[in-house]
């Protein structure tokens, strides 16, 4: 356990890699690889990196089990005085706290440990039962006392239960068992077998780290049987050579558990852990063998919560593929069906067969207008659909609001009509300076030199140019009308010859390419907002693989 410091580098790389991991999308695997990432970031800040820093600091021991085990009377105890309030009534240990000889005070009144807590020390004052003085409640926060009692080079923590029907305290009480070289499981005659305390022992041997088990409250009468049967199912587990003491059901444990157990039935328990504290053969197992098994565990864990990652980056791409491939193939379908000609229909259609003798240039040009509108609105409508029934396969959106899932709804049809009127006003532009460009040509032959333009038109068709607004309109109907508006782009040629209506017809055809994407793009990109804004990516992916390739090389 000599301070390596290289390995202490690759071990904080590697938990800035953890810390970054991001799992917002419901998946199957999330909770646990999220629970994963939570017991990863515990045991490498509160343990790990602590107890490689500094590995003569004092052994910590902490104390976890279910509701009414009796951890808090077996640590009042083990210290011989009430450290910590007790009491099977009590549903919960609010505050956890720290016990430990006063020359290793400074071991823990910094941050070393545990850093997410703050410390909080009180005076010893019992009340006039004996009991210690209500400590004000703070959030997050660590008790720590001292007891010339304990020997040196070793501390308990009494920790909250990890049955807890407070969610903060269950999470709290995995947090500070994470931080434990080594783990003391308390269960009782009545519930040893429950599926709690099991599933701490797992973990335990899973990370390979230094475990007893202390079975407490066991009946007199009964406690050959209830300690060869518990024996039975450690065996079972693989956990037969783990260390256990039992403590017989006694009047001190009983009527709310606010006595001390007497000695004799603590010391045993007391000698194992000061044996491992104090001798070096002993402490050198017991912290080797913890912090060794936190990082063999991580060759297994990190590779889990990569492919976690993976699976969220995965979830991710379909959601948004969704989407893209909706989009792109109603953009292909609207770019074909005004190619088409669809946009003519409807008042389009009529003012068109009216236009000029009983519709304007005006009255025209609104009419097409609208009627894109309506097939951009109508695209949009159709991609919406399939994400939604798309989306509806994926249990991963469950991670959007229920207004991002159901798409852009009535504001969509707004947008769109503003960025269609926009296109009109562009494309206004557009023959506005066209005709500004033929005005200055017949300005600058105002003496009657010269002849006609380049297109074959004689100076008659320059001595007035043509009105925008009606060359505005012949163009859109042009442009949106299909092969029944061929009439239109004939009109074109007369009025600009054929090459200015080319060259107009190139300029508006692209304006209109752009504007039918920026408005299908910004119903898309909306809709792929909420899903960019959870920011999964796949770098940490590779990036966690990479911080345990380092680690590996360093081990």
Not at 409 to 420: L, N, S
Not at 479 to 495: N, V
Request: proline share 6%.
């Amino acid at each position: 356990m000599d301070e390596r410091p290289q390995l202490i580098d690759a071990l904080s790389a590697l938990r800035d890699r953890v810390a970054a991991v991001r799992l917002p999308l419901p998946l199957p695997g999330a909770p646990r690889a999220r629970q994963t990432r939570a017991e990863l970031l515990a045991q490498l800040d509160d343990y790990l990196v602590p107890r490689l820093r500094d590995p003569d600091a004092p052994l910590l021991a902490v104390v976890g089990g279910s509701t009414g085990a009796g951890k808090s009377t077996l640590v009042n105890s083990l210290v011989g005085r009430r450290v910590s309030e007790a009491g099977v009534l009590r549903p919960t240990t609010r505050t956890p706290v720290l016990v430990c000889h006063p020359e290793d005070h400074h071991w823990f009144a910094g941050m070393r440990v545990l850093p997410q807590l703050t410390r909080v020390w009180l005076p010893q004052q019992d009340d006039e039962h004996g009991h210690p003085a209500e400590e004000p409640e703070e959030e997050n926060s660590l008790r720590v006392e001292t007891a010339a009692t304990l020997p040196r080079g070793l501390a308990l923590l009494d920790a909250p239960d990890i049955d807890s029907l407070v969610v903060e305290n269950r999470l709290l009480a995995a947090e500070l068992i994470c931080a434990a070289d080594i783990w003391v499981m308390v269960t009782t005659a009545s519930r040893y077998a429950d599926a709690v305390p099991w599933h701490l022992l797992r973990t335990a041997k899973e990370y390979d780290a230094t475990l007893v088990t202390v079975l407490d409250r066991v009946p007199h009468q009964v406690i050959g049987e209830v300690s060869r049967q518990y024996e039975a199912l450690l065996d079972k587990a693989g956990l037969g050579d783990l260390p256990r003491f039992t403590i017989p059901e006694l009047p001190e444990s009983a009527g709310g558990g606010s006595g001390l157990l007497p000695d004799t039935a603590v010391a045993p328990l007391r000698g194992w852990l000061a044996h491992c504290a104090q001798d070096p053969a002993a402490r050198q197992q017991a912290v080797g063998r913890t912090a060794a098994g936190v990082i063999d565990s991580l060759d297994t864990r990190m590779p889990e919560l990569a492919g976690a990652v993976a699976a969220q980056y995965a979830a991710a791409v379909r959601l948004g593929g969704a989407v893209e491939g909706a989009y792109g193939e109603q953009g292909r379908r609207v770019r074909e069906q005004v190619r088409r000609g669809a946009v003519l229909a409807g008042d389009a259609r009529t003012r068109w067969r009216g236009y000029p003798r009983d519709s304007t240039a005006e009255e025209l040009l609104d009419a097409l207008v609208e009627s894109l509108a309506a097939l951009v609105q109508c695209a949009v409508a159709a991609a919406d659909e399939r994400v939604r029934d798309a989306w509806h396969r994926e249990p991963a959106a469950g991670a959007l609001a229920p207004a991002d899932r159901t798409g852009p709804g009535k504001d969509a049809g707004e947008r769109i009509g503003v960025t269609v009127r926009r296109w009109r006003r562009v494309l206004e532009e557009t023959v506005e300076e066209e005709v500004r460009g033929m005005e200055r040509p017949a300005a600058s032959r105002g003496s009657g030199r010269g002849s006609g333009r380049a297109s074959g038109r004689g100076r008659g068709a320059t001595a007035a140019a043509p009105d925008s607004e009606t060359l505005t309109a012949l163009l859109a109907a042009v442009l949106l009308g299909g092969r029944r508006t061929r009439a239109a782009g004939d009109r074109l040629a007369e009025l600009l010859g054929a090459q200015g209506a080319l060259l107009l017809r190139d300029k508006g055809g692209e304006l209109l390419r752009t504007y039918l994407d920026r408005a299908l793009n910004t119903e898309r990109d909306r809709r792929l907002a909420p899903l960019d804004a959870l920011d999964v990516t796949p770098e940490p992916q590779a990036e966690l693989i990479a911080a345990l390739s380092v680690l590996q090389k360093e081990k």
